[in-house]
Nanobody, 113 residues
Framework: QAQVMESGGGLVQPGGSLRLSCVGS????????MTWFRQAPGREREFVAS????????NYADSVKGRFTIFRDNAKNTLYLQMNSLTPEDTAVYYC??????WGQGTQVTVSP
């Protein structure tokens, strides 16, 4: 069955960095537009970044532009989100998503002193 599995979250200090990973299976990863979302308690799930199937074009939310980088390795069926200069406002559960694949459990990112 088609699924995605996020990993790489954790506790980091403000100004720190994390790299999230998302492994896809059960679908043609290399033909799929992939998107990172995040959701903090009491907030709506929000768009973070997206990438075309080839990895040639990307899009970012204004809140993360210049700090986060989305990229992919289609040979490994893996999507990444490199997060730098993290702030407490980045604290959330991060999810990867493509159309027709159910939401996964996400990975928790906590930015705190």
């Amino acid at each position: 069955q088609a699924q995605v599995m996020e990993s790489g979250g954790g506790l980091v200090q403000p100004g720190g960095s994390l790299r999230l990973s998302c492994v896809g299976s059960g679908f043609t990863f290399s033909r799929s537009v992939m998107t990172w979302f995040r959701q903090a308690p009491g907030r709506e799930r929000e768009f973070v970044a997206s990438i075309l199937a080839t990895g040639g074009l990307t899009n970012y939310a204004d809140s993360v532009k210049g700090r986060f980088t989305i990229f992919r390795d289609n040979a490994k069926n893996t999507l990444y989100l490199q997060m730098n200069s993290l702030t407490p406002e980045d604290t959330a559960v991060y999810y990867c998503k493509t159309i027709a694949v159910p939401w996964g459990q996400g990975t928790q990112v906590t930015v705190s002193p």
